[in-house]
């Protein structure tokens, strides 16, 4: 069935470090990526996204790569911040664009000063 | 700005209490989505609007009514509510456009049923 998981639930690192965040995805069909940032206490705040007709797309100090041979999803943050702090779900949306997000689990990063 | 705004930002109500949950943007989009977000959870989508018609009811039992009175708004109506319905109620809205699908968050209503 559909799922979208992520591999760790907690991630820590030192600030300064690059950050690595991972995501499965189980659903062949999907076509269309994202990452949020969501913060204690606030909505998810969207970060990036990417559909299934590329392998990498950047931000300002984030870079999210798509392996769809192996259904990988991954997020780089670079020069993690304390302000980075967050848990940060992948989600997933199919060709139809009916809409619906599927969301992983989400892992929590924690930044050490 | 993609700023999706929700009101109250907290909700405390009985389970026999009738209340309505807001959510406005003004963006131009014309999709518009209901989530509930558990503790330590995902969102999981409730319902879906787009073009202001109901599109997606993800099976949510009927003390939930959403209504969408314009391309603007989104309401979600409560009544009957059970404790297990606490949770983080989240809007987003979005474009329609296949290019351009990123849902935009509000900051939710926090719902304590009692």
């Known amino acids: 069935g559909e799922s979208v998981g992520l591999h760790l639930p907690t991630l820590s690192v030192q600030e300064g470090d690059n950050s690595i965040i991972n995501c499965a995805y189980s659903?062949?069909?999907?076509?269309?990526f994202i990452w949020y940032k969501q913060e204690s206490g606030k909505g998810p705040q969207f970060i990036i996204d990417i559909r299934s007709n590329m392998d990498k797309r950047q931000g300002q100090r984030v870079t999210v790569l798509l392996n769809k041979t192996v259904k990988h999803l991954s997020l780089q943050i670079a020069a993690t911040q304390p302000g980075d702090s967050a848990v940060y779900f992948c989600a997933e949306q199919g060709s139809s664009n009916t809409g619906k997000l599927i969301f992983g689990q989400g892992t929590t990063l924690q930044v050490k000063p | 700005d993609t700023e999706v705004t929700q009101t109250p930002k907290h909700l405390v109500m009985g389970m026999t209490n009738k209340k309505s949950l807001k959510c406005e943007q003004h963006m131009g989009h014309r999709a518009m989505y209901w989530y509930k977000q558990k503790a330590k959870k995902p969102p999981e989508l409730m319902f879906v609007y787009s073009y202001e018609k109901l599109s997606i009811n993800e099976s949510v039992p009927s003390r939930f009514s959403p209504e969408c009175p314009n391309s603007s708004l989104l309401n979600l109506h409560l009544h009957a509510l059970q404790p297990e319905d606490s949770a983080l109620y989240l809007c987003a809205s979005s474009q329609v456009d296949r290019e351009k699908r990123e849902q935009y968050f509000g900051p939710g209503t926090r719902l304590t049923v009692t």
């Open positions: 659903n062949s069909a999907s076509d269309y």
